[in-house]
């Protein structure tokens, strides 16, 4: 048995993309726009192991309710420096819902509220500021 992906359905195709690529740096690795059953499939993976993909599922035109994505859980992604990261992602808007004060673990959530938990890779980074103040914010 080989492991291949996990799949998002979305509403913002492009919302979620941008996340993944811009914000946590994944790269796209294939996409497939059937015309006939009226859905697009965009795969993602990581730099250092491309071959464990996510895959975004937007159905055309959908106004289905798709939940809060609670139920799913999360998707976890090993990182090199936490606090940059964190960073990085509030520089782009997103809300960092559980900091990273321990220097250890974060979560995240996308456009579509799926939550990403981040870990810090190897050993804890040393508590900082901002995150050490910074409290929860919203669910995760």
Not at 39 to 45: N, Q
Not at 46 to 69: F, H, K, R, V
Not at 112 to 139: C, F, R, Y
Request: glycine letters at 8%.
């Amino acid at each position: 048995m080989k492991y291949l992906h996990a799949m998002i359905r979305v509403h913002d195709l492009d919302a979620t993309s941008r996340f993944l690529t811009e914000g946590l740096g994944l790269k796209q690795t294939r996409r497939m726009d059937n015309e006939a059953g009226k859905f697009t499939l965009v795969y993602f993976g990581a730099p250092q192991n491309p071959e464990a993909e996510i895959e975004l599922t937007y159905n055309w035109g959908s106004d289905e309710d798709y939940g809060s994505a609670r139920n799913f859980g999360h998707l976890a992604f090993e990182v090199d420096d936490i606090y940059a990261l964190c960073a990085h992602l509030q520089s782009l808007g997103v809300v960092i819902n559980r900091p990273p004060r321990d220097g250890r673990m974060a979560f995240v959530r996308t456009p579509d509220l799926i939550s990403i938990e981040l870990l810090q890779k190897g050993e804890a980074l040393p508590p900082q500021e901002p995150w050490v103040s910074m409290p929860n914010t919203g669910v995760w």
